[in-house]
């Protein structure tokens, strides 16, 4: 069979590379003896995939991810024993039986939800946070540099990945944004640089800290999804 | 440290997963009476690669009220951050500073660690030298193979084990406890320590030297031994082993269970210092080992086991323990590797089998390239033997194939480097001589040549190191008899690195000096390319009125004496002089399994190899 899960990711776990979570995963599924099954060839790893890579250095309340069992295991049976061995900021939830005809996860993903705690430099109050997130929900673009694979910087707009911007929470030293952002299997919101054309508009230097509070995906019963047409 | 100083660390770091913590299987201990710092002077993916360490994490933490954490080098960027932010050296299980501990051991591997042992104290804020510590400061010690000559680190130690650590630690440990129980100063605690054996205090010794350098070092107080007689744990199949061994998030470099099967070697190969230090030879049973597989595996859920030793494919039970670990370990889709196979133990129907599992490429260590220098240094494996290897696993369908050799050993002839070049080229056409069909498609064999390095208490402990012009026009001599190898590669290495290195494993207690200049003038992570300053390492030297030249190509007396004399690591001195005359005429020596070369001497009569 194959199961579907959402991994929590806190603490310390933040800050492992995709690969180190893909890594600890699945020695976490062999520690808990689950019954699974591999890839041909040379190295063979077990069929497991996460549905998106989450950057280093920010945490996640539901990283989904689907594996294929030899055999069938009740989800909840599949939570509790790897929840017995994951390490210290890991968690499993939300376990289910995969509808029979989904290819992959990844293919399916539209969009996630983020929490950024932002702390900047010089203090800033709640206005001025919220007409800065205003100008730059209204403008047609949002340019900023990327990092292309060779290296080289490029210009990109990142506007219209960014569907929804709110300024939660402000104490005049830091402040708190819901941000709902494109996620699929070819990119999507880059969280950083939001968070740093957000500042160049405050005109500060500063830090921040991210989770992804929930992904969300397109045709997957049982998975969140944000309705049809939206934000397309 | 709080977790906002932390995540401002991290946000500056490269791999912020060296320092996080948190694997499965790390012990955190709340309650403990006694905190011990267990450090490693290298990045985390290799000092968690570290056997002892895994080892002596467990010893430590299984003791009752003790809690033992870890501590890595940080690269640069920490150790940068850790600067500019004020902050100290932290450990990974509680990111408590190292100052805050009682005891902080360090594990001594390699000689081009030592500036990183430096660069932790500083970042940890623990004054240098054991002289300057009073008792407001932990316990500084050490440990680790480097041990057997410790004298170029002795003024930064205030105990140094040496041998094996399993019953040496727990002991020094108690010895601690006991010390504080009873109020006792500095100096009581440190004869405490000189009673336990194995353990060096090198603050109770004396070293004189005259013109010609290095003449004597003796004991300063009758609490002190004349010589420390090496620790060496008698029973390796009942001694405890690595417990629930650590899962690391990040890759390490030997990232999978190993299984000590056995310590110590009995080939007897004149340079290799492992050899001598690690003897006598014990072996773990099968028994033991399939259990501890098993139960490793099922712990850690790595998906591959190394059989670890000197020269596994020696261990007296392999033909019975092979076939069984491999069956129990293929039903949990787990590969066996077998790091240290020598060529003529090496068995084809074994090779195969692996290949079923995952293929890897082969390794072979001739060491050098004719009969003749292979005899001088008792590397007793013919070109027959290595052409017989390499032929088995071509025919099993490996390609890739490693050859290890050294050059600048004892005796060479331009003659011996070039014969490195010809057996490269018998393996290159024994590939391409084999039908298409029947072998893989192309070749790579890889030839790494590494310089060699006189070691303290081995056969050529005397020897001197080849200069770095010499090296230089062998490694060109290679270069050019190499271009001919179809499919070969060559691998080598300037040569300075390994000169500090034969410099510091053979060096005498002026090198602290040397060692402190040098981290002055920001030496550190010296066997990183990146970070080697050759120029500093030299003018540290000046500045000490002393040359590397004179420690690393000199040529020392038979009857000279050596700084490392007060160290007996049970293999005496007359047993080494032997094999060196030995090794001057090619003569070699018998493997102990063939019948006992008597290396021990009286004091060790009832030590016995393979119980």
């Known amino acids: 069979m194959r199961i579907i899960a959402a991994l929590h990711e806190t603490g310390r776990a933040a800050y492992l590379s995709h690969l180190d979570m893909q890594r600890t995963l699945q020695r976490s599924l062999r520690r808990a003896d689950m019954p699974l099954l591999y890839s041909q060839g040379f190295n063979p790893h077990p069929l497991m995939a996460f549905a998106g890579a989450l950057a280093t250095g920010a945490e ?5 991810f689907d594996v294929r069992l030899d055999g069938d295991i009740a989800p909840a049976d599949f939570e509790a024993r790897l929840n017995a061995v994951l390490p210290e900021g890991m968690a499993v939830s939300h376990a289910m039986a995969a509808p029979e005809d989904l290819s992959t996860l990844t293919g399916h993903l539209t969009a996630a939800r983020y929490t950024l705690w932002v702390r900047p430099e010089k203090a800033v109050s709640a206005v001025e946070v919220g007409s800065a997130l205003d100008k730059l929900l209204q403008s047609e673009e949002i340019m900023v540099q990327k990092r292309t694979k060779s290296g080289a910087m490029v210009p990109q707009n990142i506007r219209p990945q960014l569907y929804e911007a709110r300024l939660r929470d402000s104490d005049g030293v830091s402040f708190t944004l819901d941000v709902l952002g494109e996620l699929t299997a070819g990119g999507g919101l880059r969280t950083e640089a939001f968070v740093n054309v957000l500042l160049d508009l405050l005109g500060s230097a500063g830090s921040f800290r991210c989770r992804r509070e929930e992904m969300y995906f397109d045709g997957v019963p049982g998975l969140p999804s944000l309705g049809k047409g939206k934000h397309e | 440290m ?44 290799i000092g968690m690669s570290h056997l002892g360490s895994r080892i002596l994490y467990h010893v430590l933490n299984d003791m009752d009220g003790v809690s033992c954490e870890r501590c890595f080098a940080p690269w640069t960027d920490m150790e940068q951050a850790l600067k500019e932010a004020g902050e100290e050296l932290f450990t990974l299980e509680t990111r408590r500073p190292l100052k805050s501990f009682d005891i902080v051991g360090f594990s001594l591997l390699y000689e081009m660690c030592y500036s990183n042992v430096l660069t932790m104290l500083e970042l940890a804020r623990i004054p240098f030298l054991s002289r300057d510590r009073g008792m407001d400061y932990p316990l500084v010690v050490a440990g680790g193979p480097c041990a057997v000559n410790p004298e170029p680190i002795a003024p930064f130690f205030d105990a140094i084990v040496i041998g094996d650590g399993e019953e040496a630690e727990p002991e020094l440990v108690n010895a601690y406890r006991a010390s504080r129980a009873a109020g006792e100063d500095k100096t009581r605690l440190l004869e405490r320590l000189a009673a336990i054996p194995g353990v060096y205090v090198p603050g109770f010794y004396e070293a004189e030297y005259d013109e010609k350098g290095f003449k004597a070092i003796r004991p300063l107080t009758d609490k002190a031994p004349e010589t420390v007689k090496r620790r060496v744990l008698r029973n390796l199949d009942a001694a405890p082993f690595v417990g629930r061994q650590l899962v690391p998030h990040m890759q390490i470099v030997h990232d999978r269970v190993a299984l000590e099967v056995m310590r110590g070697c009995t080939r007897g190969c004149r340079f290799c210092q492992a050899g001598y230090i690690y003897r006598p030879v014990r072996e773990r049973s099968e028994g033991t080992l399939l259990s501890q597989a098993e139960e490793l595996v099922a712990c850690t859920g790595y998906d591959e086991v190394s059989l670890l030793s000197l020269s596994t494919g020696d261990y007296s039970h392999l033909h019975d323990l092979l076939p069984q670990v491999m069956d129990r370990m293929e039903k949990k889709r787990v590969s066996v590797a077998l790091p240290s196979l020598r060529i003529d133990s090496l068995l084809k129907e074994e090779l195969e089998k692996m290949q079923s599992v995952r293929k890897a490429g082969l390794t072979f260590a001739p060491e050098a390239g004719t009969q003749r220098m292979r005899d001088v240094i008792n590397k007793n494996v013919t070109e027959e033997d290595l052409l017989r290897a390499c032929a088995d696993a071509f025919a099993s369908g490996w390609t890739g194939v490693k050859l290890y050799f050294m050059i600048g050993l004892p005796t060479e002839t331009d003659e011996d480097v070039l014969g490195i070049a010809e057996l490269a080229k018998k393996v290159s056409r024994l590939f391409y001589a084999m039908p298409k069909e029947k072998r893989g498609k192309g070749l790579r064999l890889t030839v790494s040549v590494s310089t060699f390095v006189p070691k303290p208490h081995t056969a050529f402990q005397w020897c001197a190191q080849d200069e770095p012009e010499e090296i230089r026009r062998k490694q060109r001599l290679l270069v050019g008899a190499m271009k001919g190898v179809r499919g070969g590669e060559l691998h080598y290495h300037p040569s300075f690195l390994s000169v500090l290195e034969a410099a510091f494993s053979r060096g005498d207690r002026r090198l602290g000096d040397v060692l402190v200049k040098a981290h002055e003038k920001g ?16 003018e540290a030297f000046q500045e000490c009125g002393l040359t590397v030249e004179e420690y690393a190509h000199r040529q020392r007396a038979i009857d000279e004496p050596l700084p490392w004399d007060h160290v007996d690591v049970v293999v005496t001195a007359a047993y080494l002089k032997r094999e060196y005359e030995r090794a001057l005429a090619a003569q070699t020596t018998r493997d102990c399994r063939q019948g006992c070369n008597g290396c021990f001497g009286r004091a060790y009569a009832d030590y016995r190899c393979f119980a």
């Not at chain 2, 030496?523 to 030299?538: I, Q, V």
Request: glycine share 4%; charged share 35%.
């Open chain 2, 2 to 45: 709080t977790q906002e100083v932390f995540d401002r660390l991290l946000s500056r770091v490269e791999k912020p997963a060296r320092y996080i913590g948190g694997e499965y299987n790390m012990q955190v201990k709340d309650e403990a009476d006694l905190r011990f710092a267990l450090c490693f002077p290298d990045v985390y993916e």
């Open chain 1, 60 to 64: 996640s309340q539901r990283e989904w």
């Open chain 2, 523 to 538: 030496c550190r992570f010296d066997s990183w390319s990146e970070h080697f300053k050759p120029d500093a390492w030299n």
